[in-house]
């Protein structure tokens, strides 16, 4: 009897070892064909150094100033992005010499003059297109009478051949005081898109008061009752608490400026533009961190954009600019 209990549990303790063999050698064909086991480890993230050198348009200042700040804390923390604002022209002298910035901002497209300046230096210029912007009007929050303006009207107040001097001159019944009018200057390429494709290139009022800093335009504006001056929605986005935005009637009902209403074949179009980042591409190429951070930049962009007053691009436009830059790889 006793020798049949030990035959009986050796049988099992066999038939034991070869289940749990038969399971050891399912795990591992498993592990083997990749359906279970543990997963395949992320490769790790390179850790960069260096700096990128950014310029430009002031427009386009608190884009790519909040998308450096992110870069630095969030992504590449041993990266130092140095973001600054001389406007678009005076960025692009920086940007078209040699050893020259790796990006310059702009707020207009590159002109023939300064292509050919980067054509003669042998520096690959990439256009990047970032996001949108709606060209804003803005008056003094005590401005009760010029809350809404027809497009001609509001084009004639800063146009130097209209000759409207006085409100009165604007419509019948607006006060009868001077037209204290602002703006960006010769530097900023919101003053030349005002000046080209707004005024078609026709003088602006010889009163016209222009500012190399968009804060001290805010400023002039908040402090002055019969103010009114031009500049992109952002800068009016991060100051309602100080100045009003004036809603343009383009022929169909006044439009407030809006992530909204600001688009290319929008309620807004007249006054939209679109805003741009230019690549030194030697640069990129030269230098993993100025590539690393202009697709940082195009992947993150359109989050940014809402976040700093410009209207965003469609995921169409972001995947082309991305795979651009991911071919430089």
Request: hydrophobic content about 40%.
């Amino acid at each position: 009897m006793k020798k049949i209990k030990v035959l009986m549990l050796l049988f099992v303790l066999a038939a034991l070892v070869v289940a749990l063999a038969a399971c050891g050698t399912e795990t591992s064909e498993k592990d083997n064909n990749g359906t279970t086991g543990t997963e395949t480890p992320v490769e790790e993230k390179v850790v960069l150094e260096g700096s990128v050198v950014v310029d430009g348009s002031g427009t386009v200042y608190p884009l790519m100033a909040y998308l450096a700040e992110d870069y630095m804390t969030e992504e590449q923390t041993k990266v130092s992005v140095e973001v600054s604002r001389a406007g678009t022209s005076a960025g692009f002298k920086k940007f078209l010499v040699a050893d020259g910035t790796d990006f310059n901002d702009a707020s207009r497209k590159i002109k023939d003059s300064e292509a050919a300046t980067a054509k003669e230096l042998g520096i690959d210029v990439k256009e990047f297109k970032v996001a949108l912007d709606g060209l804003t009007f803005v008056i003094n929050k005590e401005n009760d009478w010029a809350t809404e303006l027809t497009q001609e009207e509001v084009i004639n107040i800063f146009l130097g051949s209209a000759g409207m001097t006085k409100w009165s001159d604007v419509r019948p019944g607006f006060p009868e005081v001077e037209i204290k009018t602002y703006g960006p200057n010769e530097n900023h390429g919101t003053y030349e898109f005002f000046f080209e494709t707004i005024l078609k290139k026709q003088d602006l009022t010889a009163g016209a008061n222009l500012q190399q800093e968009y804060s001290t335009l805010v400023d002039l504006v908040s402090k002055d009752k019969n103010a009114i001056a031009f500049f992109g929605y952002g800068y009016y986005a991060n100051n309602k608490d100080k100045i009003n935005a004036v809603k343009i009637d383009f022929g169909k009902g006044s439009i407030s400026p809006s992530l909204d209403t600001i688009a290319e074949d929008g309620a807004y179009a007249p006054f939209t533009r679109p805003v741009f980042t230019y690549l030194n591409v030697g640069m990129a190429k030269a230098k993993p961190q100025v590539l690393d951070y202009a697709i940082y930049v195009m992947k993150n962009v359109q989050a940014a954009a809402s976040e700093t007053g410009f209207a965003p691009l469609t995921d169409a436009e972001i995947k082309a600019s991305v795979d651009y830059l991911e071919g430089l790889k």
